[in-house]
T-cell receptor, first 113, second 116 residues
Framework: EAGVAQSPRYKIIEKRQSVAFWCNPI?????LYWYQQILGQGPKLLIQ????????DSQLPKDRFSAERLKGVDSTLKIQPAKLEDSAVYLC???????????FGQGTRLTVV | AQSVTQLDSQVPVFEEAPVELRCNYS??????LFWYVQYPNQGLQLLLK??????LVKGINGFEAEFNKSQTSFHLRKPSVHISDTAEYFC??????????????FGTGTRLKVLA
């Protein structure tokens, strides 16, 4: 079974630029998560989807971050404009509904200079 | 809100020695607890999980964890570590939504460094 796919793996941008990350969850997984992992910290949930609806986006900085999950499959996370403090690894994960285990992608490492 | 505390940011241990990584969580009526491992430049991989039943949970790669409700702890142990166990380990607790989905709240992680 294919795992969670993320792209790109690495991205370097200047502050105030925009950037987008893409995630393809495991086939059939209704729940999709985006996490932000700053160096030396644990992952922090940014947004959680069930199919194409948002379950939780309480920690998403909505003035600059946006995410969508069209057709309940792939998802895109966007940052516009980026700030230096957005430098982090962005992890995507997915899980089956009513199953506790989430599967993680390899992440996208963003560096804002 | 749920929270997870991993008091040890780094744990050095010699190869073939035992190790314990500590995790404490905020109390709740019911909790689901997890340990994940993260190798450099990789995503998180589930080591083991506690949902209910036996308080001693066995996972992959020879790891096990014990759920202690009275101490609100879920410490991870391995009787004999290998160099390949060098990685970052995260403890997590989950909240469930009425929708049937789960949200994971992670600790700050413990870096396990196995020395030759």
């Amino acid at each position: 079974e294919a795992g969670v796919a993320q792209s790109p793996r690495y991205k370097i941008i200047e502050k105030r630029q925009s950037v987008a990350f893409w995630c393809n969850p495991i086939s059939g997984h209704a729940t999709l998560y985006w996490y932000q992992q700053i160096l030396g910290q644990g992952p922090k949930l940014l947004i959680q989807f069930q199919n194409n609806g948002v379950v939780d986006d309480s920690q998403l900085p909505k003035d600059r971050f946006s995410a969508e999950r069209l057709k309940g499959v792939d998802s895109t996370l966007k940052i516009q404009p980026a700030k230096l403090e957005d430098s982090a690894v962005y992890l995507c994960a997915s899980s089956l509904l009513r199953v506790t285990e989430a599967f993680f992608g390899q992440g996208t490492r963003l560096t804002v200079v | 809100a749920q929270s997870v505390t991993q008091l040890d940011s780094q744990v050095p241990v010699f190869e073939e020695a035992p190790v314990e990584l500590r995790c404490n969580y905020s109390s709740s009526v019911s909790v689901y607890l997890f340990w994940y491992v993260q190798y450099p430049n990789q995503g998180l991989q589930l080591l083991l999980k506690y949902l209910s039943g036996s308080t001693l949970v066995k996972g992959i790669n020879g790891f096990e964890a014990e759920f202690n409700k009275s101490q609100t702890s879920f410490h991870l142990r391995k009787p004999s570590v290998h160099i390949s166990d060098t990685a970052e380990y995260f403890c997590a607790v989950s909240d469930s939504f009425t929708s049937g989905t789960y949200k994971y709240i992670f600790g700050t992680g413990t870096r396990l460094k196995v020395l030759a």
